[in-house]
Protein backbone atom coordinates (compact mmCIF):
# COMPACT_ATOMS: atom_id res chain seq x y z
CA UNK A 1 0.00 0.00 0.00
CA UNK A 2 3.16 2.29 0.88
CA UNK A 3 4.67 1.49 -2.43
CA UNK A 4 1.18 2.58 -4.25
CA UNK A 5 1.24 5.93 -2.03
CA UNK A 6 4.57 6.54 -3.45
CA UNK A 7 3.83 5.63 -7.06
CA UNK A 8 0.71 8.24 -7.09
CA UNK A 9 2.50 10.49 -5.43
CA UNK A 10 5.14 10.53 -8.40
CA UNK A 11 2.31 11.02 -10.88
CA UNK A 12 0.53 14.18 -9.09
CA UNK A 13 3.70 15.28 -9.15
CA UNK A 14 4.46 14.57 -12.66
CA UNK A 15 1.32 16.11 -14.20
CA UNK A 16 1.74 19.03 -11.58
CA UNK A 17 5.25 19.66 -13.13
CA UNK A 18 4.13 18.91 -16.54
CA UNK A 19 1.41 21.50 -16.41
CA UNK A 20 3.48 24.12 -14.84
CA UNK A 21 5.71 23.86 -17.92
CA UNK A 22 3.23 24.06 -20.17
CA UNK A 23 2.07 27.26 -18.45
CA UNK A 24 5.66 28.68 -18.75
CA UNK A 25 5.82 27.75 -22.01
CA UNK A 26 3.07 29.94 -22.74
CA UNK A 27 3.83 32.47 -20.91
CA UNK A 28 6.90 32.96 -22.70
CA UNK A 29 5.70 32.32 -26.20
CA UNK A 30 2.96 34.82 -25.68
CA UNK A 31 5.83 37.61 -24.37
CA UNK A 32 7.97 36.75 -27.20
CA UNK A 33 4.97 37.54 -29.60
CA UNK A 34 3.56 40.55 -27.55
CA UNK A 35 7.67 41.20 -28.00
CA UNK A 36 7.39 41.64 -32.20
CA UNK A 37 7.75 44.53 -34.08
CA UNK A 38 5.48 44.44 -36.65
CA UNK A 39 4.41 46.75 -39.66
CA UNK A 40 1.36 46.94 -41.35
CA UNK A 41 1.43 48.13 -44.87
CA UNK A 42 -2.79 48.28 -45.76
CA UNK A 43 -5.66 49.18 -43.78
CA UNK A 44 -7.22 45.73 -44.46
CA UNK A 45 -3.84 44.08 -42.36
CA UNK A 46 -3.96 46.96 -39.62
CA UNK A 47 -8.12 46.18 -39.03
CA UNK A 48 -6.71 42.49 -38.62
CA UNK A 49 -4.23 42.91 -36.07
CA UNK A 50 -6.31 45.60 -34.13
CA UNK A 51 -8.78 42.45 -34.00
CA UNK A 52 -6.13 40.22 -32.73
CA UNK A 53 -5.49 42.65 -29.70
CA UNK A 54 -1.66 42.70 -31.51
CA UNK A 55 0.24 46.26 -31.26
CA UNK A 56 2.07 47.58 -34.27
CA UNK A 57 5.38 49.54 -34.66
CA UNK A 58 4.22 50.76 -38.01
CA UNK A 59 0.85 51.48 -40.31
CA UNK A 60 -0.19 53.27 -43.78
CA UNK A 61 -0.76 56.58 -44.84
CA UNK A 62 -4.37 56.23 -45.76
CA UNK A 63 -7.93 58.04 -46.03
CA UNK A 64 -9.09 54.93 -44.76
CA UNK A 65 -9.50 55.45 -40.60
CA UNK A 66 -7.43 52.98 -38.90
CA UNK A 67 -8.42 51.57 -35.48
CA UNK A 68 -7.73 54.17 -32.46
CA UNK A 69 -5.27 52.35 -30.56
CA UNK A 70 -2.85 53.13 -33.90
CA UNK A 71 -3.03 56.68 -34.21
CA UNK A 72 0.06 57.55 -31.91
CA UNK A 73 1.99 55.21 -34.42
CA UNK A 74 4.21 55.80 -37.36
CA UNK A 75 2.66 56.63 -40.97
CA UNK A 76 5.17 54.53 -43.32
CA UNK A 77 3.79 55.80 -46.58
CA UNK A 78 0.60 54.85 -48.92
CA UNK A 79 -0.41 50.95 -49.26
CA UNK A 80 0.61 51.66 -52.41
CA UNK A 81 4.06 53.05 -52.37
CA UNK A 82 5.33 52.57 -48.40
CA UNK A 83 8.57 54.04 -47.49
CA UNK A 84 10.98 51.56 -47.30
CA UNK A 85 13.37 53.83 -45.51
CA UNK A 86 11.17 54.95 -42.76
CA UNK A 87 9.73 50.85 -42.27
CA UNK A 88 13.71 49.88 -42.14
CA UNK A 89 14.06 52.47 -39.81
CA UNK A 90 11.21 50.93 -37.23
CA UNK A 91 13.61 47.52 -37.04
CA UNK A 92 10.62 45.73 -37.58
CA UNK A 93 10.77 42.13 -37.28
CA UNK A 94 8.12 41.51 -39.38
CA UNK A 95 6.43 43.55 -42.10
CA UNK A 96 2.61 42.42 -43.42
CA UNK A 97 1.79 43.68 -46.71
CA UNK A 98 -1.11 42.13 -49.61
CA UNK A 99 0.03 39.46 -51.71
CA UNK A 100 -1.20 40.96 -55.01
CA UNK A 101 1.07 43.93 -53.98
CA UNK A 102 4.37 41.34 -53.87
CA UNK A 103 5.66 42.31 -57.66
CA UNK A 104 5.26 45.76 -56.95
CA UNK A 105 7.74 46.15 -54.10
CA UNK A 106 9.19 43.11 -53.46
CA UNK A 107 12.35 44.41 -54.75
CA UNK A 108 12.80 47.28 -52.78
CA UNK A 109 12.57 45.85 -49.09
CA UNK A 110 14.95 43.04 -50.34
CA UNK A 111 17.30 46.00 -51.03
CA UNK A 112 16.95 46.87 -47.49
CA UNK A 113 16.59 43.61 -46.39
CA UNK A 114 13.55 44.25 -44.39
CA UNK A 115 11.75 40.75 -43.57
CA UNK A 116 8.20 41.10 -45.98
CA UNK A 117 5.19 38.26 -45.40
CA UNK A 118 2.51 38.50 -47.99
CA UNK A 119 -0.72 37.82 -46.91
CA UNK A 120 -3.46 36.79 -49.25
CA UNK A 121 -6.56 38.29 -49.62
CA UNK A 122 -8.47 37.81 -51.98
CA UNK A 123 -11.54 36.10 -50.64
CA UNK A 124 -13.41 35.29 -47.55
CA UNK A 125 -11.58 31.78 -47.05
CA UNK A 126 -8.04 33.54 -47.56
CA UNK A 127 -9.18 36.09 -45.01
CA UNK A 128 -10.03 33.22 -42.16
CA UNK A 129 -6.92 31.59 -43.18
CA UNK A 130 -5.05 34.31 -42.41
CA UNK A 131 -6.77 35.02 -39.10
CA UNK A 132 -6.47 31.39 -38.16
CA UNK A 133 -2.41 31.26 -39.21
CA UNK A 134 -1.70 34.63 -37.59
CA UNK A 135 -3.81 33.77 -34.55
CA UNK A 136 -1.37 30.79 -33.88
CA UNK A 137 1.46 32.77 -34.47
CA UNK A 138 1.12 35.33 -32.20
CA UNK A 139 -1.44 33.18 -29.73
CA UNK A 140 -4.47 34.75 -30.23
CA UNK A 141 -6.25 31.75 -31.39
CA UNK A 142 -9.74 32.31 -29.05
CA UNK A 143 -9.60 36.30 -30.71
CA UNK A 144 -9.17 34.87 -34.40
CA UNK A 145 -11.84 32.30 -33.91
CA UNK A 146 -14.25 35.17 -32.43
CA UNK A 147 -14.31 36.94 -35.43
CA UNK A 148 -14.31 33.55 -38.09
CA UNK A 149 -17.31 32.79 -36.43
CA UNK A 150 -18.89 35.69 -36.96
CA UNK A 151 -17.76 35.69 -40.83
CA UNK A 152 -19.60 32.25 -41.04
CA UNK A 153 -22.64 33.33 -39.20
CA UNK A 154 -22.92 36.29 -42.18
CA UNK A 155 -22.34 33.65 -44.94
CA UNK A 156 -25.10 31.28 -43.46
CA UNK A 157 -27.12 34.26 -43.24
CA UNK A 158 -26.84 35.35 -46.92
CA UNK A 159 -27.35 31.70 -47.92
CA UNK A 160 -30.62 31.53 -46.70
CA UNK A 161 -31.66 34.58 -48.70
CA UNK A 162 -30.49 33.36 -52.31
CA UNK A 163 -33.90 32.76 -54.68
CA UNK A 164 -34.88 31.51 -58.02
CA UNK A 165 -32.21 32.82 -60.56
CA UNK A 166 -29.08 34.34 -59.77
CA UNK A 167 -28.50 37.56 -60.43
CA UNK A 168 -26.09 38.52 -63.12
CA UNK A 169 -23.46 41.73 -61.78
CA UNK A 170 -20.67 43.51 -63.04
CA UNK A 171 -18.18 44.72 -60.63
CA UNK A 172 -15.86 47.52 -61.15
CA UNK A 173 -13.26 49.19 -59.74
CA UNK A 174 -12.20 52.67 -59.64
CA UNK A 175 -8.92 53.98 -60.46
CA UNK A 176 -8.23 57.46 -59.13
CA UNK A 177 -7.03 59.25 -62.28
CA UNK A 178 -6.56 56.44 -64.60
CA UNK A 179 -10.50 55.46 -65.00
CA UNK A 180 -11.42 51.86 -63.33
CA UNK A 181 -11.12 47.81 -64.13
CA UNK A 182 -13.49 45.40 -64.32
CA UNK A 183 -13.20 42.98 -61.70
CA UNK A 184 -13.99 39.27 -61.78
CA UNK A 185 -15.08 36.95 -59.90
CA UNK A 186 -11.44 36.12 -58.65
CA UNK A 187 -11.24 39.26 -56.41
CA UNK A 188 -12.28 39.96 -53.52
CA UNK A 189 -16.09 41.87 -54.66
CA UNK A 190 -16.31 39.22 -56.94
CA UNK A 191 -16.33 36.43 -54.15
CA UNK A 192 -18.55 38.58 -51.99
CA UNK A 193 -21.22 38.50 -55.05
CA UNK A 194 -20.30 34.68 -55.08
CA UNK A 195 -20.97 34.22 -51.71
CA UNK A 196 -24.04 36.27 -51.58
CA UNK A 197 -25.74 34.01 -54.71
CA UNK A 198 -25.18 36.42 -57.64
CA UNK A 199 -23.09 35.47 -61.25
CA UNK A 200 -20.56 37.86 -62.20
CA UNK A 201 -20.61 38.42 -65.65
CA UNK A 202 -17.35 38.09 -66.18
CA UNK A 203 -15.07 34.82 -65.41
CA UNK A 204 -11.30 34.93 -64.21
CA UNK A 205 -9.73 33.23 -66.32
CA UNK A 206 -6.72 33.39 -64.11
CA UNK A 207 -6.72 37.47 -63.82
CA UNK A 208 -8.53 39.25 -60.96
CA UNK A 209 -8.94 42.67 -62.64
CA UNK A 210 -9.36 43.12 -66.49
CA UNK A 211 -9.49 46.38 -68.70
CA UNK A 212 -12.44 47.24 -69.63
CA UNK A 213 -13.88 47.20 -73.51
CA UNK A 214 -17.00 48.69 -75.05
CA UNK A 215 -17.65 46.07 -77.30
CA UNK A 216 -16.96 43.27 -74.10
CA UNK A 217 -19.24 45.23 -72.12
CA UNK A 218 -22.11 45.71 -74.68
CA UNK A 219 -22.37 42.16 -74.55
CA UNK A 220 -22.94 42.08 -71.25
CA UNK A 221 -26.84 42.79 -69.12
CA UNK A 222 -25.99 43.27 -65.75
CA UNK A 223 -28.96 43.10 -63.48
CA UNK A 224 -26.63 44.73 -60.67
CA UNK A 225 -23.59 47.11 -61.17
CA UNK A 226 -21.08 47.37 -58.52
CA UNK A 227 -18.74 50.35 -58.50
CA UNK A 228 -15.63 49.99 -55.94
CA UNK A 229 -15.00 53.06 -55.29
CA UNK A 230 -11.45 51.96 -53.32
CA UNK A 231 -8.88 55.05 -53.01
CA UNK A 232 -9.34 58.37 -53.17
CA UNK A 233 -13.23 58.26 -53.51
CA UNK A 234 -13.95 61.58 -54.27
CA UNK A 235 -11.80 61.78 -57.43
CA UNK A 236 -13.27 58.06 -58.11
CA UNK A 237 -16.80 58.83 -57.94
CA UNK A 238 -16.84 61.80 -59.90
CA UNK A 239 -14.78 59.27 -62.62
CA UNK A 240 -17.76 56.86 -62.68
CA UNK A 241 -20.49 59.31 -62.61
CA UNK A 242 -19.11 60.65 -65.98
CA UNK A 243 -18.16 57.58 -67.20
CA UNK A 244 -22.03 56.21 -66.94
CA UNK A 245 -22.80 59.79 -67.90
CA UNK A 246 -21.14 60.08 -71.27
CA UNK A 247 -20.38 56.27 -72.34
CA UNK A 248 -23.85 55.12 -74.15
CA UNK A 249 -23.07 51.82 -73.50
CA UNK A 250 -24.32 51.76 -70.00
CA UNK A 251 -27.27 53.21 -70.71
CA UNK A 252 -28.69 49.74 -72.64
CA UNK A 253 -27.95 47.85 -69.47
CA UNK A 254 -31.28 46.40 -67.44
CA UNK A 255 -28.42 47.14 -63.96
CA UNK A 256 -28.73 51.30 -65.26
CA UNK A 257 -32.63 51.18 -66.29
CA UNK A 258 -33.95 49.48 -63.22
CA UNK A 259 -31.51 52.00 -61.01
CA UNK A 260 -29.04 49.23 -59.42
CA UNK A 261 -26.52 50.56 -59.67
CA UNK A 262 -24.50 50.35 -56.23
CA UNK A 263 -20.93 52.55 -55.10
CA UNK A 264 -18.79 50.70 -52.62
CA UNK A 265 -17.28 52.86 -49.97
CA UNK A 266 -14.45 52.11 -47.48
CA UNK A 267 -14.54 51.36 -45.06
CA UNK A 268 -17.53 48.55 -45.33
CA UNK A 269 -15.93 47.65 -48.71
CA UNK A 270 -12.22 47.46 -49.74
CA UNK A 271 -10.38 45.78 -52.54
CA UNK A 272 -8.57 43.37 -50.46
CA UNK A 273 -10.60 41.36 -47.70
CA UNK A 274 -11.14 42.64 -44.75
CA UNK A 275 -12.57 43.22 -40.93
CA UNK A 276 -15.73 44.24 -42.49
CA UNK A 277 -16.25 40.86 -44.44
CA UNK A 278 -19.43 40.34 -42.71
CA UNK A 279 -20.76 43.80 -42.69
CA UNK A 280 -20.29 43.84 -46.61
CA UNK A 281 -21.31 40.11 -47.43
CA UNK A 282 -25.07 41.21 -46.03
CA UNK A 283 -25.13 44.58 -47.70
CA UNK A 284 -24.50 42.70 -51.31
CA UNK A 285 -26.65 40.55 -50.20
CA UNK A 286 -29.67 42.91 -49.86
CA UNK A 287 -28.90 44.58 -53.46
CA UNK A 288 -28.85 40.99 -55.01
CA UNK A 289 -32.09 40.30 -53.51
CA UNK A 290 -33.73 43.05 -52.15
CA UNK A 291 -37.38 41.64 -52.22
CA UNK A 292 -36.42 38.78 -49.91
Do not use: C
Request: hydrophobic share 40%.
Amino acid sequence: MKKKSIIISLLVALVVVIGVAVGVKAFVDHQAAKNQRIVATSAAITEIFDKLDIDLVGVPTTQAKLPSRYKDVTKIGSPMDPSVEKIASLNPTVVYAVSTLKDQYNDAFKQQAVKVTYLKLDTVAQLKGTLTSLGKEYHRTSQAQAQIEKINSAITAVKKRIHGQKPKVLVLMGMPGAGYMIATDKSYVGDLVRLAGGQNVYAANGQTYISPNNESLATKKPDVILRLEHALPSVTKPQFEKEFSTNPVWKTMPAVKNKRVYDLQQPTFNASANMNAAKALKQVSQWLYPSK
